[in-house]
């Protein structure tokens, strides 16, 4: 009992501190997403008081791995001591989905320590995306990170390891943070971090959070200038132009100035070969920190390249301000800071971040599309190595399965699940795949009935079905391209009536729901129409020999007949193509339906004869037997034998056992579950 008892409070108090961990992890560092990729548990990071979640979630691929223990020291981060590895698959991503949503400025960063993890001592090359667009090639030997600000256009971020052939992709660690102002942002592409100083930093070798709420990592940087610092509180709130950037005060309190007035403070450099083609963006912040003798102010002009961009920056005391270059490109880059000649003071530099341009080319496929097919993919629990991140895009990793148009934006075209062991209902995501034009979900184990939903696909021309475990009957809208010749429709070894050229011939040994009239006078109506033209030109022959036959085994009704036998059409059971079904029950007590041709379907007239003609020679078991018909010149009816849905094994075992059923052809039903095609051969 005291053990129980000892053992419950232990579990409530560790699975309050788990609470507690988890309420003071979501507080704690609200805006981030912290995955340490490949590690086994969540864990707050004490050397700056972030929390990482294990990628759990975030990723399905993957192996977890732990860097060689002869070089683990190196690195007192935890998040860089185990990483995830991707041996499997061309492209594998994670997903991302910051709780501030699209079109706002987050900074991803992509962390790398290889550190022999695979005891290969070989670092490997790979290639980085961000979402459907290349972002870097990463090959370090080191503990290194690639970092975007990025402004995502859906929900959803991915950022994808690519292999391209050079070694196994691996990553240490993954680490978003949100900007609450619209800052970093280009009108397009995103902004790739090249290089962040804290300008004067003499004694840490770099800042990030907490000092800084957006955790960008400053690097202590020191030029072979005029050092100055200051302990005053630099003014932050909200009045000053640099505000929204949120530079912390301590950054901002070291400075580097010229010696004197007349010599300018320049910055210049030769971007390296890989970064020459890229534009490149400065942010620059100042703050006056030194107590100038009254009346003076630091004044000064900034110039890339020897052009001048900026009006002057007029500095007040501790007051920070902001300025961002434009774009400028070149094998050589200079920037320069220049005092005017009123000044009397030298120029100053606080803290300066190097940007490069990213392009973003690509464009995503369609979200709906995105949504339809996750959807799909969640619900029948698809797992393929290449069914991650965009499906359409890049087009070399579309997804296994899938085809694409590549317009803007792209979209998905043709979807081939067949063998997948799909179970479970037709899913109704698939018919928000608006631009589907082919469909292959044969050979699954699929159940339920064809939905209705699929005759929303209007670009839809092949649907093949075959070989799952689906009942009912074909919706009435699909039935109908199928007879327009606008969908081409495979249910071989389904229980539902074939309405597809070539139909199987083999045997089928499950049951088979006898449909009810209508949706076998439709499918009787299509099978015509696919055969229309052929039966036009042997019309006459056809239906002259078809007439005798008719006038023999049937027999003809009068209207007053069928409008008493049907209590005056007082029962609709169903409705066809071309009209209504009607109850109704003969002298003789057999049960009848009762088709009639609605005056409005004048059109329908000729194919409502030709069904009575064709139910004359073909005999089928999911066929009910015609007994007679109807027509007057402006009356036409077809009166079936009455079948409720049911299981035609039961009906044949009757039948074997009291005879032969009215109507049913026994010797086609064992040899043949649809006979569309045999019976289409006899036609054409
Ligand atoms: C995205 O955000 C920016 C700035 O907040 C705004 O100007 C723009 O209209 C937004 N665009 C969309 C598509 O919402
Ligand atoms: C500020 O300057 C003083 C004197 O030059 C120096 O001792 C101190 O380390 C500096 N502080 C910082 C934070 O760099
Ligand atoms: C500024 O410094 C340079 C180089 O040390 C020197 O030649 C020049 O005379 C100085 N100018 C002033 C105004 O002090
Ligand atoms: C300072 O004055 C000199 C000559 O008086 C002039 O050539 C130069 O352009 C001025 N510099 C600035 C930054 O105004
Ligand atoms: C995919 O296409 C990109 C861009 O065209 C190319 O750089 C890359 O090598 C291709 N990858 C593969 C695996 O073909
Ligand atoms: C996609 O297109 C290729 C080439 O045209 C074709 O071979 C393949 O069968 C198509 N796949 C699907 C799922 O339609
Ligand atoms: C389908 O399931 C079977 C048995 O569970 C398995 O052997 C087979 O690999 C699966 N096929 C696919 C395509 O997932
Ligand atoms: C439909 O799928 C089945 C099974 O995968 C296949 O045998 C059949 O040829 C397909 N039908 C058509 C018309 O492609
Ligand atoms: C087909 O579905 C029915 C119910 O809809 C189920 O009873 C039967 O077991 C299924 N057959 C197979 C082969 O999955
Ligand atoms: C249906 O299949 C036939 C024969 O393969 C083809 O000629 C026809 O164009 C297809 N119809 C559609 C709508 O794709």
């Not at 912040?285 to 390249?305: A, C, D, P």
């Not at 209705?452 to 696909?457: P, R, S, V, Y």
């Not at 229980?495 to 439709?522: E, N, T």
Request: with cysteine; aromatic share 10%; hydrophobic share 35%.
């Amino acid at each position: 009992m005291e053990r129980s008892t000892t053992a419950f409070s232990f579990s409530l108090l560790a699975s309050l501190a788990l609470g507690f961990v988890l309420v003071v992890r979501a507080q704690q560092n609200p805006g981030f997403i912290s995955i340490d990729c490949g590690a086994t548990n969540a864990y707050i990071e004490e050397e700056n008081n972030i929390a990482y979640e294990t990628d759990e979630g975030f990723i399905d691929s993957g192996n977890n791995m732990q860097v060689s223990t002869e070089v683990i020291y190196e690195n007192n981060l935890q998040s860089s001591k185990n990483v995830r590895s991707f041996p499997n698959g061309k492209r594998n991503c994670y997903t991302l989905r910051p709780d501030q949503g699209k079109n706002k400025t987050y900074l991803i960063r992509a962390i790398f320590w290889y550190a022999n993890y695979d005891g290969k001592n070989q670092t490997p090359q790979f290639d980085l995306y961000i979402d459907v667009n290349y972002w870097a090639t990463v090959s370090y030997s080191t503990y290194c990170y690639k970092e975007i600000m990025y402004v995502p256009q859906a929900y959803d971020i991915q950022v994808c390891l690519v292999n391209t052939g050079n070694g196994v992709p691996f990553i240490s660690a993954l680490e978003l943070r949100t900007f609450d102002d619209d800052i970093y942002r280009l009108r397009s592409g995103f902004l790739q971090t090249q290089e962040r100083y804290d300008i004067g930093l003499s004694s840490k070798s770099f800042i990030r959070y907490p000092i800084d709420v957006y955790d960008r990592i400053w690097a202590a940087q020191n030029y072979d200038w005029s050092t100055v610092n200051t302990t005053a509180a630099i003014d932050l709130s909200d009045g000053n132009d640099a505000y929204k950037y949120k530079i912390p005060g301590e950054i901002l309190r070291t400075a580097q100035t010229s010696m004197n007035a007349s010599i300018p403070l320049y910055l210049q450099w030769t971007p390296s070969i890989s970064l020459s083609t890229k534009k490149w963006i400065v942010y620059f912040y100042f703050v006056e920190i030194e107590r100038l003798t009254s009346g003076l102010q630091r004044e000064f002009t900034i110039s890339i390249n020897d052009h001048r961009f900026t009006k002057t920056v007029s500095l007040e005391y501790l007051k920070p301000v902001a300025v961002v270059s434009s774009p400028v490109g070149g094998s050589f880059i200079t920037f320069s800071i220049e005092s005017t000649n009123k000044s009397g003071n030298p120029p100053i530099l606080n803290a300066v971040e190097f940007y490069t341009v990213g392009d973003l080319p690509n464009v995503p496929t369609a979200q709906d599309d995105v949504k339809a097919i996750n959807g799909i993919k969640a619900t029948y629990l698809i797992k393929r190595e290449s069914w991650q991140g965009d499906p359409c895009v890049p087009s070399n990793y579309t997804w296994d399965g899938l085809n694409c148009s590549y317009g803007n934006p792209p979209r998905i075209i043709s979807l081939k699940l067949s063998s997948s062991n799909l179970t479970g209902d037709i899913v109704s995501s698939l018919s928000h795949l608006s631009r589907l034009e082919y469909l292959d979900l044969s050979n699954n184990q699929l159940s339920g009935a064809i939905p209705e939903t699929l005759a929303d696909l209007p670009h839809l021309r092949f649907l093949n079905l075959s070989g799952n475990n689906l009942t009912g009957s074909v919706p009435e809208a699909l039935k109908k391209r199928v007879m327009e010749k606008t969908l081409n429709m495979s249910l071989t070894g389904t229980a539902i009536p074939c309405l597809a050229d070539p139909c199987p011939q083999k045997k089928k040994k499950h049951d088979i729901l006898i449909p009810v009239v209508a949706s076998v006078s439709g499918f009787l109506v299509i099978l015509f129409g696919a055969l229309a033209v052929v039966w036009l030109s042997k019309r006459k022959q056809i239906a002259e020999s078809n007439k005798r036959t008719l006038r023999l085994k049937n027999r003809p009704f009068k209207y007053g007949e069928v409008s008493r036998v049907t209590g005056n059409f007082g029962r609709v059971i169903g409705e066809g193509g071309f009209g209504k079904v009607y109850h109704g029950t003969l002298d003789n007590g057999t049960v009848v339906a009762v088709k009639m041709l609605s005056e409005s379907s004048k059109q329908g007239y000729k194919e409502f004869q030709a069904e009575a003609q064709l139910l004359m020679i073909v005999h089928h078991g999911n066929l009910v037997s015609l007994l007679g018909y109807c027509d007057d010149s402006k009356h036409m009816a077809l009166i079936y034998e009455y079948m409720a849905n049911g299981n035609l094994r039961q009906h044949l075992s009757d039948a074997t056992n009291r005879g032969p059923a009215k109507g049913l052809d026994m010797e086609q039903e064992t040899t043949n579950s649809c006979g569309c095609s045999t019976r289409f051969g006899l036609f054409a």
